[in-house]
């Protein structure tokens, strides 16, 4: 520790004396007094003292900004002038809440853990973990985190009267009313701008904050994307390229499983929600209405397995070879406005149309007469040419609403045998056929 210099402190006793004075000089009703003062050349004087002052306020501005939120806080709660605030707070930031969605798996431990690791800051990121299903150990499990999380819980829990046939989907009707009433929470309660979605059976990437947070701003100024997902259906080690951490893309197909939408567009869906199934109800064209995602190469969520609703067999079987990014990419230094449609599809149609078209046959048998770092093309012109091609190439094979896995103006896009391959419609495709089933 410096030892205070006596002189300095006399100094600012009669800097402060001497604002003191000039204040009250200022202030007083015979101004006259002042004005002789400053004729008097101090000057310089207040020079000095303005420098020193700016200094503190400087000090001040950070507290001051604190204070600042608190009140606007109470004052403006629910308004819209609320929201905007929240958007700028802290050094201009957004702020974008994860709402983690739980149920009756204290694995939530696993992906509440991670979240609270891996978030550059509270303020920006505060994290709501709701419950459904009043299941002890797992609220149990939650409040240990006490304020680290906000926890809600979905208040009904009536049990569904459904007919024989839909009594094994009765899971899905439950998760679909505990997302919508959580959602509303989100945006009609809490007043949120965007959300960021996860699940109690997900484990996430390093860079997961730095990834969506970077795509808030796109989301929001190209009304044709309604989503920005962490996860690539054709995510497995094989399929995708490992030399670039930063690669993204735009798709056609809802991802899910780790994803963030706006406040607009829960305003669109929230009166229409459906009861069941809701994810492929997203899907649908109604609902998509050809507006695309952005999804990475390289997975930023996986799942760790669940027993419940979801098919265990497709976990063991696709699933559990999904790779999790462990290579942090700082997202947010990065220029990210090519994957705005206007700039992206252009060059997309050139880059895949470019290729050479090669049949699959040569592509699988390793006979490409290209340089390795040149991507080609395999056509497809049915959806039975689609799934055999699929198959060969071991990416996903179904289609939902008529559009692929990760495809994007029909384009399945991965890679065979260190190659870039494209399996795409002819070049004068016509639009996704939602009886491709
Ligand atoms: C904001 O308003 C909601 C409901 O109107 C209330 O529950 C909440 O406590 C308020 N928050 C603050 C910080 O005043
Ligand atoms: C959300 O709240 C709105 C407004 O109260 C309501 O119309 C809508 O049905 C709610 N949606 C869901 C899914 O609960
Ligand atoms: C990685 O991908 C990004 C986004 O496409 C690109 O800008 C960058 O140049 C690539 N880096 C390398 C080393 O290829
Ligand atoms: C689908 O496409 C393949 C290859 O282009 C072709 O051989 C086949 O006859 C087509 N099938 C149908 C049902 O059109």
């Avoid at 739980?102 to 709701?130: D, G, H, M």
């Avoid at 997302?179 to 997900?202: H, M, P, Q, R």
């Avoid at 030399?243 to 197909?253: E, G, I, P, T």
Wanted: hydrophobic fraction near 40%; include cysteine.
């Amino acid at each position: 520790m410096r030892r205070r210099n006596p002189l300095l402190l006399l100094l600012s006793v009669a800097s402060l004396g001497w604002i003191a004075l000039t204040y009250h000089l200022l202030k007083s009703p015979d101004n006259e007094i002042a004005a002789s003062y400053f004729r008097q050349g101090i000057q310089t004087k207040l020079d000095a003292l303005e420098v020193g002052l700016r200094n503190q306020k400087n000090d001040a501005r950070g507290l001051y900004a604190v204070v600042d939120g608190i009140r606007q806080t109470k004052q403006l709660n629910g308004s819209r002038a609320f929201r905007e605030q929240r958007l700028r707070a802290s050094k201009g930031r957004p702020v974008i809440p994860i709402l983690l969605f739980a149920c009756n798996r204290v694995t939530v431990k696993k992906p509440i853990e991670q979240l609270l690791n891996y978030r550059p800051n509270a303020e920006n990121f505060p994290i709501i973990v709701s419950a459904d299903c009043n299941h002890q150990l797992t609220l149990k499990t939650i409040k240990v985190y006490g304020d680290q999380v906000q926890l809600i819980q979905q208040p009904d829990q009536s049990d569904y009267k459904l007919p024989l046939k839909q009594k094994k989907f009765k899971g899905y009707y439950k998760i679909a009313r505990h997302y919508g009433w959580a959602l509303n929470k989100t945006f009609l309660d809490l007043n949120y701008n965007s959300v960021i979605i996860v699940e109690d059976d997900l484990e996430i990437a390093p860079d997961f904050f730095s990834y969506f947070e970077s795509l808030l701003p796109i989301l929001e100024a190209d009304p044709s994307l309604y989503c920005v997902s962490a996860w690539n259906d054709n995510g497995k080690a094989g399929l995708i390229q490992t030399d670039n951490s930063s690669l993204l893309y735009r798709s056609d197909f809802f991802p899910g499983l780790g994803w963030m939408m706006t406040r607009d567009l829960w305003l669109e869906l929230m009166t229409k929600w459906p009861k069941a199934f809701w994810d492929d109800w997203i899907r649908e064209p109604e609902q998509r209405r050809n507006r695309a995602c952005i999804r990475p190469e390289i997975s930023r969520t996986k799942t760790f397995g669940k027993i419940g609703v979801s098919n265990g067999l497709f976990y063991e079987k696709h699933l559990k070879f999904i790779e999790l990014s462990r290579e942090p990419v700082d997202f947010l230094s990065k220029d990210l406005s090519y994957l705005l449609r206007d700039n992206y599809d252009v060059d997309f149609v050139k880059e895949v149309y470019g290729s050479p078209a090669v049949a699959l046959t040569t592509v699988t048998n390793g006979k490409v007469n290209l340089p390795i770092w040149r991507p080609v093309r395999v056509t497809y012109t049915n959806i039975s040419s689609f799934k055999h091609i699929a198959k060969l190439l071991s990416i996903m094979d179904d289609f939902k609403s008529g559009v692929p896995r990760t495809g994007y103006r029909g384009v399945v896009s991965c890679m065979h045998k260190g190659r870039r391959v494209y399996v795409a419609p002819p070049a004068d495709w016509k639009g996704y056929d939602p009886k491709w089933s």
